[in-house]
């Protein structure tokens, strides 16, 4: 199957940190994407995951476990503009992307 | 740097009207794509190019034409709008399959 499932929305405080999972069960890989997608705007690219372990760039890292066919984005000190949706795009066999629906992040003071 | 541009950023069709979306890039990149991004659902792939000349169907390509002429060049055209159509379209581009995408700022399509 091609399924990627991440939370549909989580809230957090500025200044904490949050972790948004995402999970995928696509046949044949080759790596894993982040993509911030504010409301009424285009996506934009965050980080690319093709091997295990984490990836850290600047407030942002993201984490990757083949075995596990499992993801998280990492955002550290929120700030208010963090308010978002972070989108989840898994590259399968075919080097298509299978995009999640996105985790909407609501940032409180 | 343009980027990617996307035209227009909004349209009302009347359901059986034609349109055409615009997309150009302007960093060579050879691959090109279409997305359509409804409420609630995940960015599907209507069509993409990886390369001048070359065009393939992606999951969901019913009701929808493309073509690719120049490297910069990839619009998308609807022939007979339908109400299923109303939804926000993407163009994007990238230089390899396995590298970031470039997104145009999107049409918000709305079909009457």
């Not at chain 1, 091997?51 to 984005?73: A, C, I, M, Q, V």
């Not at chain 1, 978002?84 to 399968?92: K, M, T, V, W």
């Not at chain 2, 059986?16 to 609630?40: A, E, I, V």
């Not at chain 2, 007979?80 to 163009?91: D, G």
């Amino acid at each position: 199957g091609q399924n990627i499932d991440q939370p549909t929305e989580m809230t957090a405080t500025e200044g904490a940190i949050v972790q948004i999972n995402c999970t995928y069960q696509t046949s044949g890989f080759n790596g894993l994407f982040w993509y911030q997608q504010h409301a009424g705007e285009a996506p934009t690219f965050l980080s690319y995951n093709v091997l295990d372990g984490l990836e850290e760039k600047g407030r942002f890292s993201s984490f990757l476990s083949r075995s596990k066919g499992y993801s998280y984005l990492l955002l550290k000190e929120l700030q208010m503009k963090d308010s978002a949706s972070y989108l989840c795009a898994d590259l399968d066999s075919n080097y298509q992307l299978i995009w999640g629906a996105g985790t909407k992040l609501i940032i409180k003071p | 740097n343009a980027g990617v541009t996307q035209t227009p950023k909004f349209r009302i069709l009347k359901i059986g009207q034609s349109m055409t979306l615009q997309c150009t890039q302007d960093m060579n990149h050879n691959y090109m794509y279409w997305y359509r991004q409804d409420p609630g659902m995940g960015l599907k792939l209507i069509y993409y190019s990886v390369g001048a000349g070359i065009t393939d169907k992606g999951e969901v390509p019913n009701g929808y034409n493309v073509s690719r002429s120049t490297t910069e060049d990839f619009p998308l055209r609807l022939e007979l709008a339908a109400p299923s159509q109303t939804s926000v379209y993407f163009c994007a581009s990238s230089y390899g399959e396995n590298t970031e995408a470039f997104f145009g700022q999107g049409t918000r399509l709305t079909v009457v």
